[in-house]
Each structure stands twice: as structure tokens, then as C-alpha cells.
């Protein structure tokens, strides 16, 4: 039996969660897989009820399951908090226990949903890039870092540090996606001004030597920012730092239509992973029954191929939320003439019932 810890968090969080429960338990009842799951705490409901955005309970708890199913943390309500307390530290404090290392975001195009893209149709059309960001090292957990008075002056200050085996690690993912797909990995740095940059590269080339089965090509990350929105389909896989990763995944979010369609995956190096929509928490519309639930079903799709291996069961799941579509009910984030617009509840019952049809 597989262990699952749901960590709602703040916002829409605990919405979308509690329809992600919803789908589990239709699940277990379609497919006979049977998951155990348990609640945790994290983010500023963690803050406000323990004192910390990532308790100690927490931690224990996610180190023993199998998966994690995140929902979102952070809100206005916690803004002026000390740094070391914001929704945010628990985030990347879950990632770096667990040593969630490789991040992979989707960036994935229901045909369906092509007209709800900023973009012409024909420039997105079709498109499926696979994002991986490193996820534990970089800038956000560089030292030194923090704020000092120089000259009787503010300065803050923030270290981007890489070593070597952990650029390895994140390229060696990339190929092996890469293989599975398309065949070509584009590695984005910004190696013409940054030293770590010219070392992440150096590292890359080498990675690359060793699978000449898979095309490799480097892009600074300006030039790649720019190229998303130009040409995104020339893109397979893309390989990045921690930074440049939290970027370039919200830029392709957009491209298809809404990042409240796209999921991510977090995982380490024993298969084991964090589950979660790439939206944030969405204090504006949170308790109005407005939320978009597909992002995190799709992150629950997810959970099944990677940490749970039942590729079938995420097949199903994509294929009930791809239905859905087709019937044209949309969520305001994702809504175009024509279509039904639909709040949170509804949104997911419908994926429920079409993922029983599909049995």
C-alpha cells in the first residue's frame, strides 16, 4: 500500500486538495490501487497553527511517504513576517529535505484550449516542451546570502553556487527525459557573464559526450526567454538552474493558456517526489469556489507515472481532464466564447464522472 501526504497549504490550496482527495479515493475504487493518506502542515497556516512554515511533524511525516501532494503556500497575510518565517521557507525547506532535486514542469498544450493562448494559434499549436529546473542548489540556497549596512547603506546580497555533481546530476536527467521524447535537450545558462554560468556549461558538454544519442544544444537565457515566445516549438527538452527553471517554466506556462492547467514534479534520487500545481495560492479568488482543480489533477497524474508507477492510472486521469475539455467546460482562467464557465466543484466532478466512463 502506498503512503500519501497531502499538504494543502494556504489559499486555494485547500481547495483544490480536497478535490484531489476526491479523485484518489475514485481511484482506489475504479483501479482497486489503495493509498493511505495523512495531512500535514505547511506554509503560513503552518506559521499561524506551529510557528514555523514547515514543522518538524511535517518533515517526519513526508521522509516516510511515498509521495507528497502539494497545494500552494503564501499570502499578503504573511508579507511582513521575518524572511526566516514566510509560507515560501517551508517550501524550500520540504525540497531541500527530501532532496528534491530535479523539477520537471510540462509545459503542454490541450488542443482545446489553443484560442485561451496570448499567442496565435499557429505558434502554439501542438506544443509539448518538458522543462527540468534544478531544484536544491542555485541562488535560492547559495551562501552567503542575507542584508549588511555598507558605508551607512542597505545591501543585500544573495549567492548563485553550483559544484559540479549537482549540475551533473540535473543535465543526466535531462538526457535521460530527453530519450524518451524528442530526442534533443537545450541546456540555458547565462555562460557569457556568469562564472557559475561557464561552469554549468563546461559540465553539460561534458554530460552530453557521454550520450551521443541525445542532441545537445546551450541557450543563454535571455535568448531563450525571447525564443519562447517566438518560437516555442522548436524546443524538446530544456535543462536549467534553480532560477533561470523558476522563470522560463512561468513563461511557458502562458503559452498554454493558463498556469492554472500546469502541473509539476519534484523528485529525488530514489524515485520518491512532490506533487504540485506551478499557480501560486491565489489569495484573490480563495473560498469563492473559483479555483481551477485541473493543474493539480494533472500533478496527481504525475504522481502515479513517477513516485507511485502506475502509468495507466495517470494515462486515465489525462484522459478524463482531456474529455472534459472537449465538452467545453472551463474554469474562468481558461474561459472563451462558447464554452461553459464552471466553478471548482463542478470542474471536478466532471473529470470524476468522465474518469469512471473511461473504466
Same mark, same amino acid.
Given at each position: 500500500m502506498s503512503?500519501?501526504?497531502v499538504?494543502?497549504?494556504d489559499?486555494?490550496g485547500?481547495?483544490?486538495?480536497d478535490?484531489?482527495?476526491k479523485l484518489?479515493?475514485?481511484v482506489?475504487?475504479?483501479f482497486?490501487?489503495?493509498?493511505e493518506?495523512?495531512?500535514g502542515? *505547511?506554509?503560513g497556516?503552518a506559521?499561524d497553527q506551529?510557528?514555523?512554515?514547515?514543522p518538524e511533524?511535517?518533515?517526519?511525516?513526508?521522509k516516510q511517504?511515498?509521495?507528497?501532494?502539494l497545494?500552494a503556500v503564501g499570502?499578503p497575510k504573511?508579507?511582513?513576517l521575518d524572511?526566516?518565517?514566510?509560507?515560501?521557507?517551508g517550501?524550500l525547506? *520540504?525540497?531541500?529535505?527530501?532532496g528534491?532535486?530535479a523539477?520537471?514542469?510540462?509545459?503542454?498544450?490541450?488542443p482545446?484550449?489553443?484560442a485561451?493562448s496570448?499567442l496565435?494559434?499557429?505558434v502554439?499549436?501542438?506544443?509539448?516542451?518538458?522543462?527540468i529546473?534544478?531544484l536544491?542548489g542555485?541562488?535560492?540556497?547559495g551562501e552567503p546570502?542575507?542584508?549588511?549596512v555598507?558605508d551607512?547603506k542597505?545591501?543585500g546580497?544573495?549567492?548563485?553556487i553550483y559544484?559540479e555533481?549537482?549540475?551533473?546530476?540535473?543535465?543526466?536527467?535531462g538526457f535521460?527525459a530527453a530519450?524518451k521524447?524528442g530526442?534533443r535537450?537545450c541546456?540555458?545558462?547565462k555562460?557569457n557573464?556568469l562564472?557559475?554560468?561557464?561552469?554549468w556549461?563546461?559540465?553539460?558538454t561534458?554530460v552530453?559526450?557521454?550520450n551521443?544519442?541525445?542532441?545537445?544544444?546551450?541557450?543563454?537565457v535571455d535568448?531563450a526567454?525571447m525564443?519562447?515566445v517566438r518560437?516555442p516549438?522548436?524546443?524538446?527538452?530544456?535543462?536549467t538552474g534553480n532560477?533561470?527553471?523558476?522563470?522560463?517554466?512561468?513563461c511557458?506556462a502562458?503559452?498554454?493558456g493558463?498556469i492554472g492547467?500546469?502541473?509539476?514534479a519534484?523528485?529525488n534520487?530514489s524515485g520518491?517526489?512532490?506533487?504540485?500545481?506551478v499557480?501560486?495560492?491565489?489569495p484573490?479568488?480563495?473560498g469563492t469556489?473559483?479555483a481551477n482543480?485541473?493543474?493539480?489533477?494533472?500533478s496527481t497524474a504525475?504522481?502515479?507515472?513517477?513516485?507511485?508507477e502506475?502509468a495507466?492510472?495517470?494515462d486515465a486521469?489525462?484522459a478524463?481532464?482531456?474529455?472534459?475539455?472537449?465538452?467545453?467546460l472551463?474554469?474562468?482562467?481558461?474561459?472563451?466564447d462558447?464554452?461553459?464557465?464552471?466553478?471548482?466543484?463542478?470542474?471536478?466532478g466532471?473529470?470524476i464522472?468522465?474518469l469512471q466512463?473511461t473504466?
Open positions: 503512503k500519501i501526504l499538504l494543502p497549504g489559499g486555494i485547500t481547495e483544490i486538495i478535490e484531489a482527495i484518489i479515493s475514485a482506489e475504487s475504479l482497486g490501487f489503495h493509498c493518506i495523512e495531512q502542515l *505547511i506554509g497556516i506559521v506551529a510557528g514555523s512554515p514547515l511533524q511535517t518533515v517526519a511525516l513526508a511517504a511515498d509521495a507528497v501532494l497545494g499570502g504573511w508579507d511582513q524572511r526566516h518565517l514566510r509560507p515560501e521557507r517550501l525547506g *520540504i525540497r531541500a529535505e527530501l528534491l532535486f523539477n520537471l514542469r510540462p509545459a503542454i498544450l490541450f482545446q484550449l489553443a485561451a496570448t496565435k494559434e499557429e502554439v499549436s501542438g506544443l509539448d516542451i518538458l522543462i529546473r534544478e536544491t542555485g541562488i535560492y540556497f546570502r542575507g542584508e549588511k555598507v551607512g542597505r545591501v546580497f544573495n549567492t548563485m559544484q555533481d549537482e549540475i551533473a546530476r540535473i543535465v543526466q536527467a535521460d530519450r521524447r530526442g535537450l541546456s540555458v545558462d555562460a557573464v562564472d557559475v554560468s561557464g561552469l556549461r563546461d559540465v553539460a561534458a552530453g559526450e557521454k551521443p544519442d541525445v542532441e545537445l544544444s546551450h541557450m543563454y535568448n526567454a525564443q519562447l518560437a516549438k522548436q524546443f524538446d527538452v530544456m535543462v532560477l533561470f527553471g523558476d522563470i522560463l517554466s512561468d511557458a502562458m503559452l498554454t493558463s492547467m500546469l502541473p509539476s519534484s523528485l534520487e520518491a517526489g512532490m506533487y504540485e500545481p499557480h501560486g495560492s491565489a484573490d479568488i480563495a469556489g473559483q482543480p485541473l493543474a493539480t489533477f494533472l504525475m504522481m502515479y507515472r513517477h513516485s507511485l502506475r495507466d492510472i495517470a486521469i489525462e478524463a481532464v482531456s474529455a472534459v475539455l472537449d465538452q467545453g472551463r474554469t474562468g482562467d481558461i474561459f472563451s462558447g464554452c461553459k464557465k464552471v466553478g471548482t466543484l463542478e470542474m471536478s466532471a473529470v464522472n468522465a466512463q473504466d
